[in-house]
């Protein structure tokens, strides 16, 4: 492990980084970053002392994405079945499905 700044507790410690390739964490650091909205420009990851915080954080999302996409499929698929309207019924699952990222938990590189 190298010296890398914790996103939970904003230390430079020996840390787990994170996947700064993932499709929605690795775009929002760069869009701060550009933005000049990011006070730092380190590598960022997950200190050993953070670690549990991490886990639970993740645990929650993974359940969260679950309970969404459960919810998501049943709206659509109501309203599919009322209208026969298969556009309109996707874009409500996907709009539903999308309030999980509300909760994201940027996962670690492995």
Same mark, same amino acid.
């Given at each position: &492990? ?6 939970? $507790?904003?230390?430079? !410690?020996?840390?787990i980084?994170?996947? &700064?390739?993932?499709? *929605?964490?690795?775009? %929002?650091?760069?869009? &701060? ?7 730092h ?6 200190? #050993?002392? $953070? !670690?549990?915080?991490?886990?639970? &954080?993740? !645990?929650? %999302?993974? !359940? ?10 049943? @709206?659509?698929?109501? %309203? ?7 556009? @309109? /019924?996707l874009?409500?699952?996907?709009? *539903?499905?999308?309030? /999980?990222?509300?909760?994201y938990?940027p #996962?670690?590189?492995?």
């Amino acid at each position: &492990m190298k010296e890398i700044r914790c996103s939970l $507790c904003n230390t430079v !410690k020996n840390s787990i980084p994170l996947d &700064m390739n993932d499709l *929605v964490f690795g775009n %929002y650091v760069r869009i &701060m970053r550009k933005a000049g909205i990011s006070k730092h420009n380190d590598n960022l990851g997950v200190c #050993p002392d $953070c !670690k549990t915080t991490y886990d639970k &954080m993740n !645990k929650e %999302y993974q !359940k969260k994405k679950m309970i969404y996409l459960t919810i998501g499929l049943g @709206a659509g698929l109501l %309203y599919l079945y009322f209208t026969s309207n298969i556009l @309109a /019924s996707l874009i409500i699952f996907l709009f *539903v499905f999308g309030l /999980s990222v509300f909760s994201y938990c940027p #996962p670690l590189k492995k």
